[in-house]
């Protein structure tokens, strides 16, 4: 099958900084200079990490200063306040630090090229293959009956749980999926174990292809993994992919203002109608306890959210005063929604997210308790304080050097849309009549 | 020389650089979408407008009208292009692209390209098009019509009934614009991700086909490309964006010749004029920041203290002429 061609593969070289690869090792170390080398204060390109840190500290003088670098909260969960002096730039998240000396492809961590390995297996092998691995035989050895009763199985966790994601994104159709486990343990269904002999580096199927972050996350520990199987899918790389297929033509927010009041807060919106907000947490009606979205985009729900300052909050986002300051006049593109997002779930009837409110707002409900200056995290891996600490997402990091587009309405140009105004709204016998 | 203008307030006027007098020649009943001037013995200036009427004037007086109102009653023209063909049977033909704006509740969507005969109260021939119409531009015998969907229709106008070529553009976002090559043999696309495409039209020029990045700024804010106009000597373009700056650009060599600062506000129109020494650009408010988090109005960023002007920016040969590839 498919599998022994990927072995025979050569590998492309590839950059361990942002994971693209390159036709030779010549515009690999070319791409490098250029992209991860470069000196942020003059364009000078350095040929390594190390390098460009010693041509900063020379050169332009700058070494660490003494501002606090991080809050430390009770819980444990810190908040970065600034940028650690010296990381790679246009570096995946946990990839800048300088302290690992890459050239080329020279230097690059073997867990990390194992992990390249897999995910490159796990783009070629389609998910819907590996699942027949993964359920350990092929479908025809369940009898009728035994289809039937998962399948009922599964219809009634889909009642109980209706916010649940669809599972064909996440390649394992539930009532294949092998004897389905009650309440508890039910979301693991949704995510495949990895396959046998496969590095524990990598989840089984790659979800999303292509988008090999997902496999650097900081994984829980083994214990903590069997209760929190589940990521949510992680936003857009890139906003590319058009509007969900499922988006009608029409004026969304021509016509309709309701579904988009004025927020309470610059820092509030409501979610988008037919789209589920990715990271809020479908589980609220599970029996997943412990379940916590790991990414900072979702705050916690229930009603604790939106409290007055003096609530603890469950946990605080430590990466998110990295990310530009969206302000209200370049709010976060709706186009950032997934397009797996399923458009059947009912957002209006959730409270509002602040997905993307960045870390002066979660500051205040916060009790700071020590300021912390030095032991900057340089690789950007921020150590985990408790089990219910955040983990870091690298999408969401990743989206704070994307773009963001200025007029994000694929489906209207903007003329229609002024034109949709009342004022331009042409009568021509009302014309007629005031003439 | 002479310079024409349409916009909100219903009017196109003339403006004649010389003696700098403003005419007014075409009076709509709403806001005029688009002007195209034919140069000849007695120019040619039409404007469509959003009252669904396009006027045609040829020379000094004659005023020609196509109303649609009739056909499209809840229709409005967006887009006319004009083409200019030799010989007695047609001798001049403006189409004017309509869809159905109002009616989009029954997702009913009707959208034709009209070609027009000025000696006839009938249009010559009428082609329904698969989407609403953003953009056409005509170099003839080409014309490209740019559609909602990314849908982009190539017609060889010696047989304008039936498309020589569909294709999906290559940009992956919203066409804003397309513009024909001075020569005919290709087309470039500007789309409202900060991205121009070239685009030639016969298969064996395709290894020519590349995209580009442009009006971004550092911050990662993309900005749309409103327009593109081709230099008519040299073969060169600019473009134009919502960020305010416009660029000359060779795709040839493809680099860049020419960047400018922000200009003030978004440029939603430029051109060049007849032998390219003069860069005219309108710098007005396009209705771009128009995200549907703020309510998808667009109209809290149409101020009054927003720049209404038209920019003549004098070319200087070197920033219009190709230039030879850079050695990498």
Redesign the interface.
């Known amino acids: 099958m498919g599998k022994k061609k990927t072995k025979t593969k050569v590998i492309r070289p590839w950059c361990w900084y942002c994971e693209r690869d390159f036709e030779d090792d010549k515009v690999l170390v070319a791409h490098q200079k250029a992209k991860h080398f470069k000196c942020s204060h003059c364009g000078k390109k350095l040929t390594t990490a190390g390098g460009m840190v010693v041509h900063v500290a020379q050169v332009h003088k700058e070494t660490v200063n003494n501002t606090p670098l991080f809050i430390v909260f009770a819980d444990n969960s810190m908040q970065l306040l600034r940028d650690p002096w010296c990381r790679v730039p246009n570096a995946l998240p946990g990839r800048e630090s300088c302290e690992i000396e890459i050239f080329g492809m020279e230097g690059i961590p073997e867990e990390d090229q194992i992990a390249h390995q897999a995910a490159l297996d796990a783009k070629d092998n389609p998910p819907s293959k590996r699942q027949k691995f993964d359920t350990g035989g092929n479908l025809t050895e369940l009898t009728p009956e035994q289809i039937q009763a998962q399948l009922a199985q599964h219809q009634a966790l889909a009642q109980a749980t209706p916010q649940s994601f669809p599972p064909a994104p996440y390649g394992a159709p539930a009532p294949a999926g092998g004897p389905v486990p009650p309440a508890g343990a039910a979301y693991s269904g949704y995510f495949p174990p990895p396959r046998p002999g496969a590095p524990s580096a990598a989840p089984a199927p790659a979800p999303f292809p292509g988008q090999y972050s997902q496999f650097y996350q900081p994984r829980p520990p083994a214990g903590t993994a069997a209760t929190q199987p589940y990521r949510p899918p992680p936003g857009q790389p890139y906003q590319q992919p058009p509007f969900p297929p499922q988006q009608p033509y029409g004026y969304r927010s021509g016509m309709q203002p309701a579904p988009y009041p004025a927020p309470g807060g610059p820092q509030q919106w409501a979610p988008r109608p037919g789209v589920s907000p990715p990271g809020q947490s479908p589980y609220s009606t599970g029996s997943v306890a412990p379940f916590r979205p790991p990414s900072s985009q979702a705050p916690p729900t229930g009603p604790a959210y939106g409290a007055p300052p003096t609530s603890q909050p469950p946990y605080s986002s430590p990466q998110a005063p990295q990310q530009p300051p969206y302000g209200p006049a370049q709010g976060y593109p709706y186009s950032q929604a997934s397009p797996t997002a399923p458009a059947s779930s009912t957002p209006t009837s959730q409270p509002p997210f602040a997905p993307y409110s960045s870390g002066p707002y979660l500051a205040p409900s916060s009790t700071p308790l020590l300021i912390g200056t030095a032991a900057a995290p340089t690789n950007g891996a921020v150590p985990q304080g408790t089990e219910t600490t955040a983990q870091i997402s690298p999408t969401e990091k990743k989206k704070a050097v994307e773009t963001l587009l200025i007029y994000d309405d694929n489906e209207v140009s903007p003329e229609e849309k002024r034109a949709a105004l009342d004022k331009y709204r042409y009568n021509r016998d009302s014309v007629k009549q005031q003439v | 020389m002479k310079l024409v203008s349409g916009g909100a307030d219903n009017a196109a006027r003339l403006y004649d650089l010389s003696t700098g007098q403003a005419t007014k020649i075409a009076q709509h ?3 005029v ?1 688009e002007v195209r001037w034919v140069d000849g013995a007695s120019p040619i200036v039409a404007t469509g407008s ?3 009427t396009v006027k045609v004037r040829i020379g000094r007086s004659s005023i020609w009208l196509v109303d649609l ?1 009739r056909d499209a009653r809840e229709m ?1 023209v ?1 887009v006319i292009g004009y083409v200019v063909v030799l010989g007695e049977a047609i001798r001049f033909a403006a189409e004017c692209i309509t869809f159905d ?2 009616a ?2 029954s ?1 009913t ?1 009707l959208s034709s390209a009209l070609y027009w005969d000025l000696r006839t109260q009938q249009p010559v021939a009428v082609v329904t098009l698969p989407e ?1 119409v ?1 953009s056409m531009d005509v170099v003839f015998p080409l014309l490209v019509v740019g559609t ?1 969907e990314r849908n982009i229709l190539i017609y060889n106008l010696n047989n304008p009934s039936v498309p020589y070529k569909t294709l999906q553009s290559p940009l ?3 066409t ?1 614009v397309v513009s024909c090559f001075p020569n005919g043999t290709g087309f470039a696309i500007g789309s ?3 991205r121009v495409g070239i685009q030639y039209v016969e298969e064996k020029d395709h290894s020519g086909n590349f995209s580009f990045k442009c009006h ?1 700024d550092p ?6 490309v409103n327009a593109i106009s081709f230099h008519p000597v040299h073969g060169t373009f600019s473009t134009a964006g ?2 305010g700056t416009f660029n000359f650009w060779d795709k040839d060599s493809k680099q860049r010749l020419k960047g400018f600062q922000n200009v003030g506000g978004p440029i939603p129109c430029t051109a060049f004029n007849r032998n390219g020494t003069i860069f005219a650009y309108a710098v007005s408010y ?14 809290q960023s149409a101020l009054p203290t927003n720049a209404n002007k038209i920019m003549l920016h004098a070319t200087k040969e070197d920033d219009v002429k190709p230039r030879a590839a850079k050695k990498r």
């Not at chain 2, 396009?286 to 109209?299: E, N």
């Open positions: 009943d709403l806001t979408r959003w009252d669904k109102e409005m967006v704006f109002r989009r509740d997702m969507i609403r953003y909602a992956k976002w919203q804003r409202i991700e900060g971004r911050q990662g804010n993309v900005f749309s919502s960020d396009d209705w771009s920041k128009v995200r549907m988090i703020l309510g998808g109005h667009g109209h």
